[in-house]
């Protein structure tokens, strides 16, 4: 590879900023000339490609969001966009493209790859953690951290006025960030869309609570939930307790944003550093993800259909400490 470029795209995530410093000084490093495309696959398509430099991704390691922006192109989708997309990579010389964003990311480029034969690689940013072929999604540890914080917050109003509390976190279709927030905070319950809940499971243990003399509570819930959102929820509950004193917290947009943690921030050097040396090497169409400390390329089709299991011993041991 000669010229790479360089885009975020989907939702934004901390650590996004990071992963494109690590692809832009490697690119540098190696001799790559190196693009950043601005607001994702719309960038490409309406020719927004900025020349970068080592000094272009200064002060940025520890910045959330991301500086070249984020969008979702419904250009992209079609074919005509994507034929303009391509006859710009041609125009600037590009011959790979580096895609970080989240599985939709991922299914825009596999189709980019496979209908004009440009090479592509893709970093997994999303704070859901919910992209098969890496232990953990650039974006999600500090996004967890700060579902965390934030509940512990809202734990000692819930303590010091014998309330329920329902927080929604986010997740649309993954239960990662409630079902670790949950346990880390010590949640009564965790409802995620991955397991079947129940409202009786739900009743069940703010009874067993009442009789061990808990006064407060918290249940986490996940944005997919498919059993009620937390609306719903509080109010079948109040029904049920009519004594009990109910809110309602949605943590929202906060999730997504903020200094990313160190952990993102070196997991975004190494898949950055790693996408640029796997393109090197001949990988395309495929993402650069962590498994067990080691960079791991997954094919993009496998990425988009598998998904991580949620950890069984995690939902276990968060019952039995609930208690
Ligand atoms: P997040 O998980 O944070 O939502 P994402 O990458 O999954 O991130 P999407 O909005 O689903 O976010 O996808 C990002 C962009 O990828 C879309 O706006 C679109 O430009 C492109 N994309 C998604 N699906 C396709 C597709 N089938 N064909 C072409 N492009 C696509």
């Known amino acids: 590879v000669k010229k790479i470029a360089v885009l975020t795209s989907g939702g934004d995530a901390p650590g996004m900023n990071a992963a494109l410093r690590a692809v832009v000084r490697t690119a540098n490093y190696y001799n790559i000339e190196c693009y950043g495309v601005r607001e ?67 299914t825009g480029a596999k189709i980019f790859n496979e209908e004009f034969g440009i090479k592509v690689l893709g970093v997994p940013g999303t704070i859901d953690n919910d992209i098969f072929g890496t232990d953990n999604t650039i974006g999600y540890d500090t996004a967890l951290n700060t579902a965390m914080e934030a509940i512990d917050k809202i734990r000692d109003t819930a303590t010091s006025h014998n309330r329920v509390f329902f927080v929604e976190v986010m997740g649309r279709d993954a239960g990662f960030i409630a ?17 079947k809940d129940s409202i009786d499971e739900l009743f069940a243990n703010f009874r067993s609570a009442e009789k061990t003399g808990k006064a407060s509570s918290i249940v986490v819930v996940a944005e997919g939930e498919k059993l009620a959102n937390v609306y719903e929820l509080a109010e079948k509950t109040k029904k049920e307790f009519p004594d009990y004193d109910i809110r309602v917290a949605i943590l929202g947009h906060m999730q997504r ?29 495929v993402m650069a993800g962590m498994r067990s400390n080691d960079v ?22 968060s019952e039995i400490l609930a208690i």
């Open 257 to 285: 944003g903020g200094s990313p943690s160190c952990a993102d921030r070196v997991l975004a050097s190494r898949l950055g550093y790693g996408a640029v040396t796997g393109l090197m090497e001949g990988q395309t169409n």
């Open 40 to 106: 994702g696959y719309n960038g490409l398509i309406h020719d927004e490609f900025l020349k970068m430099g080592a000094r272009s991704v200064k002060n940025i390691i520890n910045q959330g969001g991301t500086i070249l922006k984020s969008a979702r192109s419904m250009e992209f989708k079609t074919k005509e966009g994507r034929q303009k997309a391509y006859d710009n990579c041609v125009k600037h010389g590009v011959d790979a493209l580096v895609c970080i964003g989240g599985d939709g990311t991922f």
């Open 296 to 317: 791991v390329y997954t094919p993009i089709e496998e990425a988009i259909k598998k998904h991580n299991e949620i950890n069984q011993d995690l939902l276990l041991i």
């Open 179 to 195: 079902l670790n927030s949950g346990l880390a905070t010590g949640a009564l319950d965790i409802l995620i869309p991955e397991k």
